[in-house]
């Protein structure tokens, strides 16, 4: 049975499919290869050793498909730009402004990208002292809804607009950074699978690889956000291959599990990244945001 579940999820985790179960069976592959460890446990036991070796020969696949997490890159060594980043998943607007304005006060952060930003969200965060923080702001909230989405910024932005071909709010934007050239930032949120169909979900995951595409070869870029999809999902890997890294990986952090945070469980799926086309982590942390059903993070990236 272990041999079993493992090749589903290996099958899940190299399959651009365009099927409900299959893309949720892909958040979970990690889990999946500890029924295979148990499996390849038991056959040793009772010495059934062709089990235990096709045991094994599906657990060193899944090592090397999610070893790249697990080795950090050579950091260059510069004294560049460093910005830091903080993502936010509000839950509805649910969770508490005071303890996402604190989070941001607290790390010193440069810029914060907001997802599921209501009305009632941005009063909370402005009497929590958000706007203080950050003076200069680009904010699409939803009076209702989990679509609208912001950008707060420490530093002067443009250019800022909606990225079009989405249900929930992604934006772009400009931060004009002193002494160096300016760094496109992209908040983003494609659609969530479990909600929408498929093809929805690829769709949008599809048009998101395009607009990263569009904008790698223009210069220094992050991209922060609710990408509603793991490292496990082809689709999410696709997005690097348009020319960029996930922060976690650069620092060999390996997977980073975001959500959910509010089920009494420890969270079990990464959806929540921060991405670089040129830029290096310097570090990554996940932060609690309490009200949320999502982790946030908070990622220092520098740029020669």
């Given at each position: 049975m272990g041999i079993v579940t493992g090749l589903v999820g290996l099958g899940a985790f190299y399959t651009d499919t365009r099927v409900n179960v299959l893309i949720g069976l892909a958040s979970f592959v990690p889990l999946m290869f500890l029924a295979v460890?148990?499996?390849?446990?038991?056959?040793?036991?009772?010495?059934?050793?062709?089990?235990?070796?096709?045991?094994?020969?599906?657990?060193?696949?899944?090592?090397?498909?999610?070893?790249?997490?697990?080795?950090?890159?050579?950091?260059?060594?510069?004294d560049g730009v460093r910005l830091r980043v903080m993502q936010a998943n509000l839950m509805v607007g649910q969770a508490d402004p005071t303890a996402v304005a604190g989070q941001a006060r607290e790390n010193s952060v440069d810029v914060v990208t907001v997802q599921e930003l209501t009305d009632e969200a941005v009063i909370g965060l402005r009497n929590a002292g958000m706007e203080q923080l950050f003076p200069y702001r680009y904010l699409r909230p939803y009076a209702g809804g989990g679509g609208g989405a912001g950008i707060y910024s420490r530093l002067p932005i443009s250019d800022s607009r909606e990225l079009d071909g989405y249900g929930p709010v992604n934006l772009a934007t400009k931060v004009e950074v002193p002494d160096f050239?300016?760094?496109?930032?992209?908040?983003?949120?494609?659609?969530?699978?479990?909600?929408?169909?498929?093809?929805?979900?690829?769709?949008?995951?599809?048009?998101?690889?395009?607009?990263?595409?569009?904008?790698?070869?223009?210069?220094?870029?992050?991209?922060?956000g609710d990408f509603n999809t793991t490292y496990s999902h082809k689709k999410f890997r696709n997005l690097l291959d348009a020319g960029y890294s996930d922060a976690a990986a650069q620092l060999g952090k390996g997977l980073i599990p975001t959500y959910p945070t509010d089920k009494g469980t420890p969270a079990v799926v990464g959806i929540d990244h921060i991405l670089t086309n040129s830029g290096h982590a310097r570090s990554l942390e996940r932060i609690d945001l309490p009200g949320s059903d999502h982790h946030g993070l908070i990622g220092e990236i520098e740029f020669s």
């Open positions: 460890a148990v499996g390849a446990l038991v056959a040793l036991i009772g010495r059934r050793w062709i089990l235990a070796g096709v045991s094994a020969v599906v657990l060193a696949v899944g090592a090397f498909s999610y070893a790249p997490l697990y080795v950090a890159d050579a950091a260059p060594n510069s050239e300016p760094i496109s930032l992209l908040a983003v949120h494609p659609v969530a699978a479990y909600i929408t169909p498929a093809d929805t979900w690829t769709a949008e995951l599809d048009t998101l690889r395009d607009d990263l595409a569009a904008v790698a070869g223009t210069g220094p870029v992050i991209v922060s």
